[in-house]
């Protein structure tokens, strides 16, 4: 104990912290982090069915209204289906919504989740990735990619204080745009670790996420209204034009408000995270979630090397992908990292990638890495380095030797 | 004196120009219906033929909320509206479910199931015309016996009698559930009423006609309803946690043939060979009215 400095040693026992005032350091899960994070935002509706590895969200959040401790309807559903469609009704009524699910789950609500998106309802969830059956539990980001053409967007959290924080970040976003976030984190790495989050008091929450405000568009039962009958073709563009309008506005309202949220709570937040990226490096290692913390570990024996995390995912951030690259030698190689499997050659980002980067001469590669849970060390990364410099090939599968 | 049942509807609450076929159930259920849950209602609507009637973008047959849905969740939708309303101290607002057989029989029965069993407040109404008529007519579980659709065509006609959702939606314990008949408007209106009236979940379920889907004549549909409350095909009932109580019970036998004959969907049946089929028919209609006066009959 003689070793810890004394205000060190205060802040520990009051559980303050110096580092961010009006927060409170606690050791959580990742499910518990989301949890927290929905009881901060305020979320009145939670309609819920269990999944693993998702399940912790859901029986925190019904603790958390059983105890009185959060303000919101918490009602055991009968499936996903049944969880989005009540989550589209709520937030049509103009409830600020919450849910979390996983694999199975989200595919078995994908049908919901256009409604949701083309209702242009701002309902936020927590996905925890796995992918399909046959039997997986672990993490894997097909789930959530393959609903990447829904409408929702798509933040990818690298750490529990990432995903809270994503998830109010998210809110804003999804009220100022009438667009619903997916929150997405990476299942038992993140799920079922635990880690050092600082919880934002809700009241600081409550500054930079006011109560939901109705804005017309929601079902007032005084002045009546019919929500979402037949669209003849004349008409139904138009909706698509709209939604065109405003997705393409999320990039940069994510820096925008990733930036206040710094100079509200300490931390800083962008649509993407550029690592030891500049005119010398040889390569760029592209990642999502909690494979970008062990590639910032690799890369430190690696000055050549440099790291590009992708934290918005859907819509593509594209300008600040392009805006990063533009120091660097198109001789430097590109390697996308993917934890998903989309059925097509390449993986979702090495897609993505290339579509960002189309009339550019980057040399583009795609591995296949930590699918169905299987763990991604640092020497995997180290291998997957090595390979891309010596012979490296356009889509490779790594660890099969 | 005036007749019992003229003007019962004082307000009324659907705008002209509905685009529901001639002789088609929805229009004067839902005519009935609104005119006594009032504007300040929200009508949950699934993929139904109901989803066309109520108008195309930008316009609202109704004087109320319509919120389309997707076809398996409406009970899930409105769970939302529910719970979002009642935050909102809207406790009073009726949430009303607009289905037909598909989505109620069919694809929406899980959502339903859940609905009911969560006990939510919701009024659900079921127009049940006895097949995919939006689509085409194609073979529900709610397809009667015998009866041909697009999907059981000619000699492949429905060899399977149809689910029995009132036996297992009044055995979900729910307070309320009833069947209707728009050729017996007092009691359909009673029911509506009292529905409107109880809280929790309650269910009717209505005989719909549909001139196109059942091959009859449009001026026929009060008439052939009438027959099939007066053949006991469509015996009118309510059961409140899980007692039984017969509404009607038809002063004289009238065979189900004299129903069954006025829709196409059936002439095969009246073909030289078939006789069996239509005693077969009977049996089972007289086993169900034996089984709801026993039910009746254990009722409190």
């Given amino acids: 104990?003689?070793?810890?400095?004394?205000?060190?040693?205060?802040?520990?026992?009051?559980?303050?912290?110096?580092?961010?005032?009006?927060?409170?350091?606690?050791?959580?899960?990742?499910?518990?982090?989301?949890?927290?994070?929905?009881?901060?935002?305020?979320?009145?509706?939670?309609?819920?069915?269990p999944i693993?590895?998702?399940?912790?969200?859901?029986?925190?959040?019904?603790?958390?209204?059983?105890?009185g401790e959060m303000d919101a309807t918490y009602i055991n559903m009968d499936s996903e289906h049944s969880v989005f469609a009540a989550a589209k009704g709520a937030a049509l009524a103009g409830e600020r919504v919450f849910t979390a699910t996983s694999g199975q789950g989200l595919f078995y609500a994908h049908e919901v989740l256009h409604a949701i998106a083309h209702f242009r309802l701002p309902v936020v969830i927590c996905n925890v990735g796995r992918p399909s059956i046959p039997w997986n539990i672990w993490s894997d980001q097909s789930d959530s990619i393959s609903q990447r053409d829904t409408g929702w967007v798509q933040?990818?959290?690298?750490?529990?204080?990432?995903?809270?924080?994503?998830?109010?970040?998210?809110?804003?976003?999804?009220?100022?745009?009438?667009?619903?976030?997916?929150?997405?984190?990476?299942?038992?790495?993140?799920?079922?670790?635990?880690?050092?989050?600082?919880?934002?008091?809700?009241?600081?929450?409550?500054?930079?996420?006011?109560?939901?405000?109705?804005?017309?568009?929601?079902?007032?039962?005084?002045?009546?209204?019919?929500?979402?009958?037949?669209?003849?073709?004349?008409?139904?563009?138009?909706f698509n034009l709209s939604y065109w309008q405003d997705i393409t506005k999320v990039e940069d309202l994510t820096n925008k408000i990733g930036k206040e949220f710094g100079k509200k709570f300490g931390r800083e937040y962008s649509a993407i995270e550029a690592v030891n990226i500049g005119p010398e490096t040889k390569m760029i290692l592209v990642t999502?979630?909690?494979?970008?913390?062990?590639?910032?570990?690799?890369?430190?024996?690696?000055?050549?090397?440099?790291?590009?995390?992708?934290?918005?995912?859907k819509p593509f951030p594209k300008k600040s992908v392009l805006n990063v690259l533009k120091n660097v030698n198109?001789?430097?190689?590109?390697?996308?990292?993917?934890?998903?499997?989309?059925?097509?050659?390449?993986?979702?980002?090495?897609?993505e990638m290339k579509r960002a980067l189309y009339g550019k001469s980057f040399k583009m590669y795609d591995v296949y890495a930590g699918l169905g849970g299987k763990d991604v060390p640092p020497s995997t990364i180290e291998k997957i380095i090595h390979k891309g410099f010596k012979n490296p090939e356009e889509v490779m599968w790594i660890d099969f030797e | 004196?005036?007749?019992?049942?003229?003007?019962?509807?004082?307000?009324?609450?659907?705008?002209?120009?509905?685009?529901?076929?001639?002789?088609?159930?929805?229009?004067?259920?839902?005519?009935?219906?609104?005119?006594?849950?009032?504007?300040?209602?929200?009508?949950?609507?699934?993929?139904?033929?109901f989803s066309i009637i109520a108008g195309p973008y930008p316009m609202n047959e109704l004087r109320g909320t319509i919120v389309h849905t997707v076809f398996a969740a409406a009970p899930a939708t409105a769970t939302g509206v529910r719970a979002s309303l009642d935050r909102q101290g809207k406790k009073d607002v009726t949430v009303a479910v607009l289905a037909g057989d598909g989505g109620t029989f069919d694809i929406g029965f899980q959502s339903l199931s859940g609905a009911a069993t969560r006990g939510e407040n919701i009024l659900y109404i079921c127009n049940n015309n006895g097949a995919y008529m939006n689509t085409g007519i194609q073979t529900s579980t709610a397809t009667p016996y015998g009866a041909i659709t697009t999907t059981n065509p000619s000699a492949n006609y429905k060899k399977t009698w149809p689910k029995d959702l009132m036996g297992i939606i009044a055995s979900h314990n729910i307070p309320y559930a009833a069947t209707a008949s728009l050729a017996f408007i007092e009691d359909f209106r009673n029911k509506v009423q009292k529905a409107k009236e109880v809280e929790g979940f309650r269910l009717l379920m209505i005989d719909g006609p549909c001139p196109p889907g059942h091959k009859s004549e449009p001026d026929q549909s009060i008439t052939i309803a009438r027959l099939a409350v007066e053949t006991r095909l469509f015996p009118l009932f309510e059961v409140e946690h899980m007692n039984y109580r017969i509404n009607y019970n038809p002063k004289e036998f009238v065979p189900v043939e004299e129903c069954l004959k006025l829709q196409g969907r059936f002439r095969h049946l009246f073909k030289n060979g078939s006789k069996e089929i239509l005693e077969e028919i009977q049996q089972h209609t007289n086993n169900y009215w034996e089984r709801l006066r026993m039910l009746e009959s254990n009722s409190n």
């Avoid at chain 1, 910032?296 to 590009?308: D, Q």
């Avoid at chain 1, 996308?336 to 090495?350: C, K, V, Y």
């Fill in chain 1, 330 to 351: 198109e001789e430097c190689i590109i390697i996308n990292i993917d934890r998903n499997f989309t059925g097509d050659s390449e993986g979702a980002i090495m897609q």
């Fill in chain 1, 1 to 49: 104990m003689s070793d810890i400095p004394e205000v060190k040693a205060k802040e520990m026992a009051n559980n303050q912290t110096e580092k961010y005032p009006r927060h409170k350091l606690k050791v959580l899960k990742g499910n518990f982090a989301a949890a927290e994070a929905a009881k901060l935002c305020r979320a009145g509706f939670v309609p819920a069915y």
């Fill in chain 1, 52 to 67: 693993t590895p998702q399940t912790t969200i859901v029986e925190q959040i019904s603790e958390m209204v059983a105890r």
């Fill in chain 1, 155 to 238: 933040f990818y959290g690298e750490s529990s204080q990432e995903v809270l924080d994503s998830i109010i970040q998210g809110y804003v976003i999804a009220e100022e745009l009438d667009v619903p976030v997916m929150i997405v984190l990476d299942a038992f790495y993140q799920s079922h670790t635990s880690e050092n989050v600082f919880i934002p008091d809700i009241d600081l929450v409550d500054e930079f996420l006011p109560p939901k405000k109705k804005k017309g568009g929601e079902i007032e039962v005084d002045n009546p209204k019919s929500f979402g009958g037949l669209v003849p073709p004349e008409h139904y563009e138009k």
């Fill in chain 2, 1 to 49: 004196m005036e007749p019992a049942n003229q003007f019962l509807i004082k307000e009324e609450k659907v705008y002209s120009g509905a685009l529901s076929c001639r002789g088609c159930g929805w229009a004067l259920l839902v005519r009935h219906l609104s005119s006594i849950l009032g504007d300040e209602t929200v009508y949950v609507v699934p993929a139904s033929c």
């Fill in chain 1, 288 to 313: 999502l979630a909690s494979i970008t913390t062990t590639a910032r570990g690799v890369i430190k024996n690696h000055p050549e090397v440099g790291l590009l995390k992708l934290r918005l995912f």
